[in-house]
T-cell receptor, first 115, second 111 residues
């Protein structure tokens, strides 16, 4: 696609529920990043994919968070047993490292609210 | 620990002023630096990217400079408008693909 697409744009859920957030990167971009951002804060790194594999998942806060990218394009961020502290904007970005490295294009984000 | 610092954290100016936002970084091996704009509750929009071999980039009323020796980048906004009100973030990319964000400068341009 022309840009990075994230769905849903807004998700409201109850504490304890399971949530999936989807990111569809720019076609051909092999690198994909997930960040989350709380109000008034900068983006917090979660995980970075190069192709299908998670090259760096050191930012995932705990084992309730998991992300996959099975075919090297679309990625899904999965959050189990959601907590109120998980409420944030979840941002996805993609880049084409071969074209000049780390030039990120962001999606519009998925705002998660855990009640 | 490598860091990116943005000063000031918040800025309020009258419409029409020229202004400068600052970004300082500690990674001397920076690969590139990217400036983003973020409107409240929205995602990030890339404004300008400066590669480590470049000194500056310009887009419309925006000009970004990079000085690796001093570890500084500035975003210059000419003739500011109320529509420029947003948070401006800088992102440094290191040679090891390490990405480090500043916390942003919140800009308010008053009519």
């Amino acid at each position: 696609g022309a840009g990075v697409s994230q769905t849903p744009s807004n998700k409201v859920t109850e504490k304890g529920k399971y949530v999936e957030l989807r990111c569809d990167p720019i076609s051909g971009h092999t690198a994909l990043y997930w960040y989350r951002q709380s109000l008034g804060q900068g983006p917090e790194f979660l995980i970075y994919f190069q192709g299908t594999g998670a090259a760096d998942d050191s930012g995932l806060p705990n084992d309730r968070f998991f992300a996959v990218r099975p075919e090297g394009s679309v990625s899904t961020l999965k959050i189990q047993r959601t907590e109120r502290g998980d409420s944030a904007m979840y941002l996805c970005a993609s880049s084409d490292p071969g074209a000049g490295a780390n030039v990120l294009t962001f999606g519009a984000g998925s705002r998660l609210t855990v009640l | 620990k490598q860091e990116v610092t943005q000063i000031p954290a918040a800025l309020s100016v009258p419409e029409g002023e020229n202004l400068v936002l600052n970004c300082s970084f500690t990674d001397s091996a920076i690969y590139n630096l990217q400036w983003f704009r973020q409107d409240p509750g929205k995602g990030l929009t890339s404004l300008l990217l400066i590669q480590s071999s470049q000194r500056e980039q310009t887009s419309g009323r925006l000009n970004a400079s990079l000085d690796k020796s001093s570890g500084r980048s500035t975003l210059y906004i000419a003739a500011s408008q109320p529509g420029d009100s947003a948070t401006y973030l800088c992102l440094s990319a290191g040679n090891n693909r390490k990405l480090i964000w500043g916390l942003g400068t919140s800009l308010a341009v008053n009519p």
